[in-house]
């Protein structure tokens, strides 16, 4: 798992981005056991994640309703498959509204560029 680590930070919230190679769901989920081992990332407020495996799209919003979506559709521009993507959140207090998905694209966008 390639973690960049905190990339941006708004009105307290703090946002990182991880990814990996995968072929199956259970590569998925044991991803994202060993981001979750470390304690920082188990704390998070949404671990949103989003992968095409084989063709087909999967993804996990955990909370931040609509995010994985937005990850999904980054992957598929960039046909980008057998790969995970997680954007961790750590909530700050306030609400973002529509800035939370702005930030999401940017921390995608940031993995895509380090790949």
């Known amino acids: 798992m390639k973690k960049l680590g905190v990339i941006l ?6 946002y990182a ?9 259970a590569d ?6 060993t981001l979750k081992r470390d304690k920082s990332y188990a704390k998070a407020t949404h671990n949103t994640w989003g992968a095409i495996v ?3 799209p999967l993804k996990s919003d955990d909370g931040e309703s609509g ?5 999904l559709r980054m992957l598929e521009r960039e046909k980008l498959t057998d790969h ?3 954007v961790t959140r750590w909530y700050g207090g306030k609400h973002l509204g529509g800035d939370r998905f702005r ?3 940017t921390a995608v966008s940031e993995y895509l560029g380090d790949l």
């Open 103 to 105: 930030h999401v694209q």
């Open 84 to 86: 995970l993507i997680v």
């Open 9 to 14: 930070t708004d009105r307290g919230s703090k």
């Open 67 to 71: 995010a994985g979506m937005v990850i």
């Open 17 to 25: 981005v991880s990814g990996c190679g995968v072929t199956c769901r």
């Open 54 to 56: 084989g063709g087909t």
């Open 28 to 33: 998925i989920d044991a991803a994202l056991k």
